[in-house]
């Protein structure tokens, strides 16, 4: 199935996507992590696309999209997204996100509720007061000190090599490439959900939701018990063996669970 990629222009600039499946079929959304791009989804996308019009974005300022001057935010991010609903003449789409993109994801359902269907919130952190002390007091995730020796590109691989599956290098290879084109701001997104007060927006959140545990992923998986907790019409679905990089690390698995959340909505 063919995945076509094109731009809108929005309010920060030229915005990039990539689609695949019907333009008349019911729109699934599907938002990257941090600091990746669109590319986490090319393997999801032609599985959800052979039912559904499968759309996967570049956040402002990752990947091929323009951040537009703006400073980065949760709350930034998830306008965007909708300026690019409105762009495709999306009325309602359901919505998907991974680690970072789940917590834009979750802005958009609190932000716009009629625009979001059903939402699936994957390897997604609960970032109330105690996340905010507890991320503030570690070292920066994958900020590295350039060199001339280029040392610094292995050591942006080795910070995360160890949360990625043995024998994938093509995944660590695809993270380095979405990683070196963010450049000086591979941090923003990092920070941008450090400060986000989901304890503040998640109440708004009402939409049926799927949340979904990478079971080997240890900076989101505790997370999914109390985001269920504060998400009434939510429930987990565990996916054994998935690792930091879940949707193109097992791209079959995750579709899947994310098609048969999306086949119980009314």
Not at 21 to 33: E, I, N, T, Y
Not at 51 to 62: P, S, V, W
Request: proline share 7%.
């Amino acid at each position: 199935m063919t995945i076509r990629r094109a731009f809108a222009d929005l309010s920060v600039g030229q915005v990039h996507y990539a689609a695949c499946g019907d333009a008349d079929a019911p729109a699934v959304w599907l938002l990257h992590q941090s600091p990746r791009s669109w590319a986490k989804y090319r393997e999801v996308l032609p599985l959800i696309g052979a039912r559904y019009r499968a759309i996967a974005m570049d956040t402002a300022g990752f990947g091929d999209s323009s951040g537009g001057g703006v400073p980065a935010s949760i709350g930034q991010w998830a306008r965007v997204a909708c300026e690019l609903l409105d762009a495709l003449d999306i009325r309602q789409a359901d919505v998907v996100g991974h680690h970072t993109g789940g917590v834009v994801a979750l802005e958009l359902a609190a932000a716009f509720p009629d625009r979001v269907r059903g939402l699936v919130l994957s390897s997604t952190p609960y970032t109330n007061e105690s996340f905010r002390i507890a991320r503030a007091q570690r070292p920066p995730i994958d900020e590295v000190v350039p060199s001339e020796d280029g040392t610094h590109l292995t050591a942006l691989w080795q910070r995360r090599q160890g949360f990625y599956p043995v024998g994938r290098p093509d995944l660590l290879e695809a993270f380095v490439l979405d990683a070196l084109k963010v450049g000086h701001r591979v941090e923003e997104g990092h920070r941008a959900v450090a400060s986000y007060r989901m304890e503040d927006r998640i109440a708004q959140v009402a939409q049926p939701t799927l949340i979904i545990r990478a079971t080997d992923d240890p900076f989101a998986a505790p997370h999914a018990t109390e985001l269920q907790h504060h998400l009434p019409n939510a429930r987990i679905v565990d996916i054994e063996g998935g690792m930091v990089p879940l949707p193109d690390q097992m791209p079959e698995a995750f579709a899947q669970t994310v098609l048969d959340f999306l086949s119980t909505l009314p």
